[in-house]
């Protein structure tokens, strides 16, 4: 160090006899030099008393707030952590986001770390990649330049059509391999199955819930507006975790169902019931005699009436008890003896339900259409012009309590 300072007044020594001609040649060393000594003079930061590196965090030195942020992240002290990479990201360590963003989402969950992602980004004149990326990874996707997945259809005319719908980039890798996986199933893929391609929505307007074990919710009331448009049919949604579900024209899959759970869901569209027990509720409602399902006999004496409706032969039926109707006191029967995808996820699906799909699929206009649960909804809020619209689409699809409400619309419409 004495050294390197007796170098420097040397310097400054010649600077001052050639001040003119040598300007040029020892200014930029001199600062350089300047710079070494001045930092070989303190301590690295890392070796500094705490407090001293707070004192410097808190005074803008990004570097500091960085190893304080890390160094409560491994004390497991979240809340200081997420405080200092706070910090270093106002002091321009811009690279640090992920970190928070991660941490955050552990902490506070996918929405609350979106909805940070959100107003930050909103604050930058230009983005890195890996802000870019964050964004794309948090549907934020005014922010995303990536093409929208698609897949061809091969059916010339669609008895049903999807919609799929994303709130991230997890959903939207997940979407595209599930429908691979449909175009390259032999039963499926033969189905007059259409997808549009995918509409990808800001997570922090889907707001899909994020919580395992739980049946996954989200904000569908924003998607009201391409409803009404009434180019499809159901929709898709590939968002949030938890369970997977069917309700209302909408399935519902997170971002990490399997095919095999898509197949099941998808199955419910065109009225297959689970052929395990029902909750209490749902199986008041599906359990009734005058219900034909197209895989679910409520009673051994319906199978002739079950014969009859679907143009089956006796041969082709095998009942088979299962549990869907025990929370009601009924002996439910599947009509095949093998264990199938309605009772389990993995199990095959059997021809006898390939060749029942084929035959729902041949009325599509019984299938409650989306559009028919959405002017429900605008019916909730009183907006009886979203309801008329959505009416009138759910009736042109053929949906006979569509045009029945339509039917009976006078001043003050009726309810769905």
């Known amino acids: 160090m004495q050294a390197l300072l007796q170098l420097i007044n040397r310097l400054m020594q010649l600077n001052k006899k050639s001040r003119f001609s040598g300007f040029f040649i020892f200014k930029p060393i001199l600062f350089i030099l300047m710079i070494a000594y001045l930092s070989g003079c303190e301590p690295a930061l890392e070796h500094l008393p705490e ?43 811009r690279n640090e986001l992920t970190a928070l963003i991660t941490l955050k989402k552990q902490q506070d969950g996918f929405l609350a770390a979106a909805g940070y992602l959100e107003y930050y980004l909103q604050q930058q004149q230009g983005l890195s990649g890996a802000e870019t990326d964050l964004a794309a990874n948090y549907g934020l996707w005014q922010y995303v330049q990536s093409p929208t997945h698609a897949i061809s259809n091969s059916h010339s005319s669609c008895s049903l059509t999807l919609q799929p719908v994303v709130q991230s980039e997890a959903g939207s890798n997940r979407l595209m391999s599930l429908l691979q996986q449909w ?73 990490s169902s399997s095919f095999e759970v898509f197949r099941h869901e998808f199955a419910h569209i065109l009225g297959f019931i689970d052929e395990y027990s029902l909750s209490t509720e749902v199986a008041q409602a599906e359990c009734s005699n005058d219900k034909i399902r197209p895989n679910l006999l409520t009673d051994e004496k319906q199978l002739q009436f079950y014969l009859k ?5 006796p041969h082709q039926v095998q009942l088979y008890p299962v549990d869907s109707c025990n929370k009601v006191g009924k002996q439910a029967y599947a009509p095949v003896k093998t264990l199938s995808f309605m009772r389990s996820h993995e199990a095959e699906v059997p021809d006898l339900y390939v060749e029942l799909m084929q035959k729902v699929l041949t009325r599509p206009e019984l299938i409650m259409p989306v559009q028919y649960f959405y002017a429900y909804l605008a019916r909730q809020q009183q907006d009886w012009h979203s309801w008329k619209l959505l009416m009138e689409q759910a009736a042109k699809q053929g949906y006979p309590d569509a045009q029945e409400s339509m039917h009976k619309a006078t001043v003050t419409p009726t309810a769905p």
């Open 183 to 255: 175009q390259q199933d032999p039963q499926l893929s033969a189905l007059s199955v259409c997808f549009l391609p995918e509409l990808r929505v800001n997570s922090t307007d889907l707001q899909c819930s994020h919580q395992s074990g739980q049946r996954i919710q989200c904000q569908y009331q924003v998607l009201m507006q391409k409803v009404a448009q009434g180019d499809f049919t159901q929709l898709l949604v590939v968002a949030g975790e938890g369970s997977a579900n069917y309700n209302n024209g909408i399935v519902q899959l997170s971002e």
């Open 309 to 313: 409706h679907w143009q089956l032969e």
């Open 51 to 93: 407090q001293q590196l707070m004192d410097k965090a808190q005074q803008g030195n990004g570097a500091a707030a960085v190893l304080l942020a890390k160094k409560r992240e491994q004390q497991a002290d979240f809340p200081a952590a997420l405080n200092w990479y706070q910090k270093a990201i106002d002091a321009g360590f």
